[in-house]
């Protein structure tokens, strides 16, 4: 019988080791991304790494370039790497196309770009109307965020459909006992759903959550999400359960100006720098009230993020100790 492995993971330094133990298992290992035509050359070594990563211009360069020296190695040693993200791979299409001066009309009417292009028009002017209204009052931000995350949560859907119809293509191709790594960021669960439902009976569906798997290794249940995933989420699988939007909103908009957003790099000290910070700042929010969020958001809405959290602990000390005595519950992850 063949194996996919599904690996969630945050795409951080990180987790790469784990990611990579995970790969070296496998004979196949699917990455998302958009395929690149400079991919080979740089796995085998013509075209630097460095410049790939700016060429590609990567959301996390440092990740990046850890993961594809790795990849370097496990490809000289005979795995088999693919790029594969059908959704990406049309939206540089259209990029391309613009560029070259064709009009947003004509390519709406192109059965393969017009949904991507109608995702990405609708979640990004969404993102605008967000960053429009900073001065406007938290009531209003409030919305426009719970708008921006229903627009993804739509495009994150049709996103993880086309993916896993791509690689149940490739699937067809393989030999019935192949092992098949299939990279994925951790808020696209319905790419698990999608391959779930369409996988052939020989292979083995596995899912790995990177977060879940390490907090776990250390005797520990899990994790809150945060917020804004929270909300994602909700939005993703349908209203089946109660919960407080306005309240997961608002908590997403104080939570999103606390937290690092530079990547970091672990050390022997601290070996799990983002999920530290996430976590301590994922507690603090959820002892949050609508009406404190409110209040910190006047407080915070335009500081920078160290200033931002000097506000916080001086306005809430109560809700801060309360949350370093949470992060004191998962000190193994970083000892």
Known sequence: MGKITVGLTPHRLEFLPESLR??????????EEPPH??????????????????????????????????LKGLYAHGKKILQVEPYLERWVKI???????????????????????????ETFGRLLEFYGAMKAPFEELVERIKAFAQADACRIEFRDRLRAGAILDLLKNLAPEAKIYIEAGYIHLKLIYYLARGKPSYYKLVVRNLIL???????????????????????LFGKHRQIDEDLLAAR?????????????????KEPFPHLKNE??????????????????????????????????????PQVWQKAQAYEGLYRNLWK
């Not at 560029?99 to 004509?106: C, K, L, N, S, V």
Request: hydrophobic content about 40%; overall charge negative.
């Open 22 to 31: 995970l790969m070296e298992e496998h004979d196949l290992i699917v990455l």
């Open 213 to 235: 798997s390490t907090v776990k290794a250390r005797g520990l249940n899990g994790v809150w999400p945060s917020p804004g995933d929270g909300l994602t989420s909700y939005y």
């Open 252 to 268: 997403s908009l104080i939570y999103i100006r606390l937290i690092e957003k530079e990547e970091l790099k672990p050390t022997e």
């Open 95 to 121: 990029q391309e196309a613009l560029a070259e001066g064709r009009e947003p009309g004509e390519l709406r009417k192109e059965p393969d770009l017009s949904q991507v292009y109608f995702h990405e028009h």
């Open 37 to 70: 035509p400079k991919f080979k050359d740089m796995l085998e070594g013509r075209v630097p790494i460095e410049d790939f990563v700016l060429e590609t211009e990567a959301g996390f360069p440092e990740y990046a370039l850890e993961l594809y020296r790795a």
């Open 279 to 316: 976590l301590f700042w994922r507690a603090f929010v959820k002892e949050l009230s609508y009406e404190d969020c409110r209040a910190l958001d006047a407080k915070i809405r335009l500081l920078s993020t160290p200033k931002a959290r000097e506000v916080a602990r001086s306005l809430y």
